[in-house]
């Protein structure tokens, strides 16, 4: 699908548990559409095997994340199981002028600053059917001490609690459906009046001018 370059594109929060999925369903829409462009995150977190910088992330360290922060370089950033997670401002500003839509794959801390900033950001939480396939997901992959997966259900459990803060929520259980599910969601929030700001304008002031024309 193309995007309309006559708009501006939207900013979407993808958030969900550690280990719900949201990684590869973020894949799977970039894989299947092509108007959608993916924010990479700046860390302090230690890459995990496989992971590339600048790729999964740019990885740092805290002096430079804490400088980046005094620079105004981030639209956004939050403190995660020890580590500073954040959004670099530059590339999100770019491609929403280009019409595409910004996936933001963040957590809850960092959606509801994104929304205060932005209320016209689409904020969508993906989530496992149930909590035990959840559990059964993070000890899955791996790729976390027992330690570390301990902790990320204990957060898991804080983040549920503000899951209302969310405009939807998708049910990640067949990962096709979920990524038709999530690109119909953001169809139907590109045709919302206060997202389509330059049709309401243009079509505004077409019929003022009618009026105007019929009083005089
Ligand atoms: P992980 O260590 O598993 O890669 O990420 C931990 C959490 O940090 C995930 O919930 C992920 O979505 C979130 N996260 C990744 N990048 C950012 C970011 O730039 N800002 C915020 N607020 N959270 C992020």
Redesign the pocket.
């Known amino acids: 699908m193309k995007s309309n370059m006559e708009q501006k594109g939207i900013l979407i929060v993808i ?1 969900g548990f ?1 280990g719900a999925g ?1 990684g590869t369903l973020v894949k799977e829409l970039l894989r299947r559409y092509d108007d959608y462009a993916l924010s990479v ?3 302090t ?1 230690a890459p995990r095997a496989g992971e590339r910088d600048g790729v999964e992330y740019f990885f740092t360290d805290k002096a430079h994340f804490e400088e980046e922060i005094e620079k105004g370089g981030l639209i ?3 403190s ?2 020890g580590n500073y ?3 670099p401002k530059a590339y999100v500003e770019e491609r929403l002028e280009a019409g595409q839509n910004v996936i ?4 809850i ?2 959606a509801l600053k994104i929304k205060k900033k932005f209320p016209e950001s689409l904020l969508i939480f993906v989530t496992p059917p149930n909590a035990e396939e959840l559990k059964r997901r993070l000890e899955g992959r791996g790729t976390e001490s027992e330690e570390a997966i301990a902790n990320r259900l204990a957060r898991a459990a804080e983040e549920s609690e503000g899951v209302e803060a969310y405009d939807y929520l998708v049910v990640n259980d067949k990962l096709e459906e979920s990524a038709e599910e999530v690109q119909r969601l953001v169809d139907a929030a590109r045709r919302a009046p206060v997202r389509r700001e330059k049709f309401v304008k243009e079509i505004r002031e077409g019929l003022r001018s009618f009026a105007k024309g019929a009083q005089e």
């Open positions: 958030s550690s949201k995150s700046m860390t977190r956004e950033y939050a995660y199981c997670y954040g959004t933001l794959e963040i957590e801390q960092g």
